[in-house]
């Protein structure tokens, strides 16, 4: 009896676990349908996330099941409606074959073209170690150059070889599609765009409000740039000089009034202030008999010593060059000319504008001195220079 | 192994139908579209060269005095930028040569995407649907043209330093804002200790970012559109005609990647280019004469030595000389460049979209036009080194500039008009042979 009924049991068990299995193979469809007709799969991670379920598998792992599922059926569901995936024909298959024709001997092509490689390829690599040769031996920089060229050109050669003889030559002619949506795709992403639109522009209010803040956005970060530079002010009108300051070399010693030869120029810089950019002033000497300065200046060169701002009024170069024949500063930059026996005014070349004067004179002790600063802001034009 | 990687990553990426629609992408095949390729690949190789530099190269303009391997500048004072480069040059291994082919990249960087602009323009490729691809090339020249510029600039040698202070005088020349901008982004008169800081931000970030951006911008677009065709048996304004990417375009790309890289360590190791060594540290009171910028700016400054020294006073305020050739003259070609296809538009009333490219001498006008500013621009490429070529020979430089400001004027017309025939009478030709060719019996 027992046993009998211990074999019952063990049937009704096996039937159990059958109609189980049964009954699972037969839900899964059943369930992807229902799933998959109405689709609300944010809903269902949802509710499996949410609930919190101690002592079970975690959730992690349930929400992955559930997607994996999730995903199939809607996998499934895609193929119900359009059908089973077709098998994709190739879009090589209309390509032409130019070697075919052409009558390209392929074969031939092939022989010589793996050689042609062969050879390139060997002597990329020929070049590559030599290169590694001579960088681990510290050579220098003419062989490591070339090295590197004969491995990368070499290697590059090989490459366009072997795509030119070893891959067939075909040419493929593809329709373009349009490039423009067609007209109802653009009116349904254009209505989604107005819905969203009109969904968040209520009130004119908020809407002054928002341009408000994009403008204030803007108004923060273009004052941030303020923080990278100081007021121009200061240092384009500055007429460096001061009145009664000593002209010094450039080892620091004054200049005295035997200090040049005619024909014979130096750089000099306000004392205190050497070797700056915009402080430096060539000082020259030419025979006073010579000069044909305005009369407002015809002070400002004791014994023939004329000072004018080295800075170029053009482009801001050094105005490096003096022609002691013809009495002209030259720009070596763009060649600009000034005549110095005539206040330094532009002869020739792109300046406008003269290079200003220094007003000089000689103190009783023979030291060179300014009479004043700069007749304008040295360097080259802006809006607003004097 | 590849099969399993593939199928790993499409389980999870779904990327079959992205890549098979990648290897079947059509390119077409002719020489001429490989210009693009070629700065591309030397911006890669530029970003990469680049990297290298930066981790030797010191952006301060503090200065120090040299006592370094390079003996004709012991004891020398100078800019810790400069002195970092001096290190960069001779003692660190392969130092030279990447600072060497960089400078070479950025060469050919900008002169490919000058003839790749070039090919564009004369093939009227910029018609719609690309007119938006030209206005991002055309600011894709603008910043390699910057970069280049700051890129140079920022060595702390003599020469960077001449181009510095005249780069100032332009910035400073703008009417109005002149010099509030000036002291903004420099921080001062040049040379400010901010500049070569600031230089070294936008040169290593600010513009690579910007450019890679608007490359991959760029490279989008041209994916989305399709390459153009040139005109020939069928090619149509509906197909594409070409190669598939994969694999004989890659391997052919591949290659011309490596080879370009090939050039640029062999122009790199045997080709000198931007000696500061020889050129010594920046000092205000130095300059060197006969000193040029890169030829990509050389037409600026030919076009700064032509322009008479005029000043244009406004009641108290000043336009300074600097400013028309400098930045009216450039601002006015740039702009005139960045509405061409939409002015082109406006005049022929033409806005249908095409594939398939103008051959230049079916439209004479556009023909001439480009070479007529080509020329124009070589022409002040050779104006700005006037004082090199009055050394060469025994000229006056007075001389020659009156030339060169005569020939301003007479070449850009005298070769408009030429082209523009030599552009129509080919067109005539072409339409009569095809005239003949219909006419003619036809084989059966």
């Excluded at chain 1, 032409?96 to 490689?117: I, M, P, S």
């Amino acid at each position: 009896m027992s046993e009998e009924g211990g074999q019952k049991g063990s049937w009704l068990w096996a039937g159990g676990v059958l109609a189980w299995k049964l009954a699972r193979s037969l839900a899964r469809p059943v369930a992807r349908v229902l799933m998959g007709r109405r689709i609300q799969p944010i809903g269902e991670i949802k509710r499996v996330g949410e609930a919190a379920r101690p002592g079970r598998v975690s959730d992690a792992v349930m929400l992955g099941l559930e997607a994996t599922a999730l995903t199939q059926a809607l996998r499934d569901t895609f193929e119900e409606i359009h059908g089973p995936e077709a098998e994709e024909t190739s879009e090589r298959e209309n390509d032409r074959n130019l070697d075919a024709e052409r009558g390209v001997n392929v074969e031939k092509r092939e022989k010589w073209g793996t050689a042609l490689v062969v050879f390139w390829l060997a002597l990329a690599f020929a070049g590559g170690i030599a290169f590694l040769f001579t960088y681990w031996t510290g050579g220098n920089n003419l062989i490591l150059g070339s090295m590197l060229g004969v491995f990368f050109g070499c290697f590059g050669i090989a490459l366009v070889v072997w795509s030119h003889s070893l891959v067939p030559h075909t040419e493929a002619t593809e329709p373009r599609a349009p490039l423009a949506a067609p007209t109802p795709k653009f009116q349904s992403a254009m209505g989604d765009f107005t819905r969203g639109y009109h969904q968040i522009q209520r009130r004119n209010l908020l809407k002054w409000a928002s341009v408000a803040g994009a403008g204030m956005v803007a108004a923060v970060f273009i004052s941030f740039l303020r923080s990278m530079g100081r007021s121009p002010e200061a240092s384009l009108y500055t007429r460096v000089w001061k009145q009664g300051q000593r002209l010094m070399k450039f080892d620091g010693t004054p200049v005295t009034v035997d200090a040049l030869q005619p024909g014979s120029t130096m750089i000099v810089f306000p004392e205190g202030s050497e070797d700056t950019e915009t402080a430096q002033t060539v000082l020259l000497r030419v025979r006073p008999e010579l000069l044909r300065l305005p009369a407002s200046r015809s002070t400002w060169a004791p014994g023939g010593y004329l000072a004018y701002s080295r800075v170029c009024t053009h482009a801001g170069c050094s105005v490096g060059m003096y022609e002691r024949t013809s009495h002209l500063l030259m720009c070596p930059c763009h060649q600009s000319t000034f005549d110095v026996l005539i206040g330094a005014q532009p002869t020739g070349g792109p300046a406008a504008r003269a290079l200003p004067q220094l007003p000089l004179y000689a103190d009783d002790r023979g030291f060179l001195r300014a009479g004043g600063g700069f007749t304008e802001p040295p360097g080259p034009g802006f809006w607003g220079m004097p | 192994m590849i099969r399993s990687t593939a199928r790993g990553l499409d389980t999870r990426l779904r990327i079959a139908p992205v890549v098979r629609e990648a290897l079947n992408h059509v390119f077409p095949d002719h020489w001429s579209f490989m210009l693009g390729e070629i700065a591309l690949y030397s911006f890669v190789i530029l970003v990469a060269s680049g990297l290298f530099l930066a981790m030797f190269y010191n952006g301060s303009a503090a200065q120090v005095v040299y006592h370094g391997s390079y003996h004709p500048l012991d004891g020398v004072k100078m800019s810790a930028a400069y002195q970092s480069l001096l290190n960069l040059s001779f003692d660190v291994p392969a130092g030279l040569l990447m600072r060497q082919m960089h400078h070479w990249a950025a060469d050919i960087f900008i002169a490919a995407i000058v003839v790749h602009q070039a090919r564009i323009f004369f093939t009227a490729a910029y018609r719609r649907p690309r007119e938006i691809n030209w206005v991002v090339g055309m600011t894709l020249l603008l910043l390699a043209l910057a970069n280049g510029y700051f890129g140079y600039s920022m060595c702390g040698d003599l020469l960077s330093g001449a181009g510095l202070r005249i780069g100032y005088a332009i910035l400073l020349s703008l009417p109005v804002i002149g010099p509030w901008m000036t002291f903004i982004f420099l921080g001062g008169t040049v040379p400010a200790d901010t500049v070569i800081p600031r230089l070294y931000a936008w040169h290593i970030f600010l513009v690579p970012m910007l450019l890679g951006v608007l490359l991959v911008v760029h490279l989008a677009i041209i994916w989305r559109q399709y390459h153009t065709n040139f005109p020939g048996p069928g090619r149509s304004q509906t197909s594409i005609v070409g190669a598939r990417l994969w694999p004989s375009y890659t391997l052919k790309s591949i290659g011309l990647f490596l080879l370009l890289l090939g050039i640029l360590a062999a122009l790199g190791g045997l080709v000198q280019i931007d000696p500061v060594w020889i050129y010594g540290p920046y000092d205000p009171v130095s300059i060197i004469p006969g000193a040029q910028p890169d030829w990509y700016l050389g037409w600026i400054e030919g076009a700064m030595r032509l322009f008479p020294g005029v000043n244009l006073h406004l009641g108290s305020y000043l336009i300074p000389e600097v400013f028309f050739p400098a930045v009216l003259f450039p601002g006015l070609l740039i702009v005139v460049l960045y509405l061409y296809p939409f002015l082109e538009k406006a005049f022929t009333r033409d806005h249908g979209s095409y594939n398939v490219l103008r051959i230049p001498s079916q439209y004479p006008f556009n023909t001439a036009l480009g070479c007529a500013v080509f020329s124009c621009l070589i022409l002040l490429e050779f104006a700005g080194a006037d004082d090199v070529l009055v050394m060469a020979s025994s000229g006056s430089v007075v001389a020659l500039r009156l030339l060169f400001r005569v020939l301003f004027f007479v070449v850009p017309i005298a070769v408009g008009v030429v082209v523009y025939t030599l552009c129509w009478l080919a067109r005539r030709k072409h339409a009569e042979a095809h005239l003949l060719a219909e006419g003619a019996p036809q084989p059966r």
